[in-house]
């Protein structure tokens, strides 16, 4: 089991939106965090930018993946359109 990190920018992103939006996408991050490479997962590895990106309806999580340390770094949580700026 992965543990998670939130950056800063992903805990405002969490904390602004919607309650039960912010707890759906907590409950992906946490399935998440049992196995990162799943292929369930709605997963894909970022081309343009370091690590991966978690798809929850119309958002999306920008995370990287250090296995040396089992760590998940949740860097950004942003609208589908917004993510990748």
């Known amino acids: ?10 805990r405002k992103a969490l904390k602004a939106m919607p309650r039960n939006t912010a707890q759906l996408i907590l ?3 946490a399935i998440l965090a049992a196995d990162p490479f799943a292929s369930n997962n709605n997963v ?5 930018h370091p690590g991966f990106r ?5 958002w999306r999580v920008a995370y990287t993946v250090a296995n040396y340390v089992l ?15």
Do not use: F, H, N, P
């Not at 089991?1 to 992903?10: L, P, R």
């Open 1 to 10: 089991m992965y543990s998670i990190q939130y950056s800063k920018e992903a």
């Open 27 to 29: 409950d992906k991050i």
């Open 44 to 48: 894909k590895k970022l081309t343009s």
């Open 54 to 58: 978690l798809r929850v309806g119309e």
């Open 71 to 85: 760590v998940i770094t949740v860097i950004r949580i942003a609208a589908r359109g917004e993510v990748y700026r």
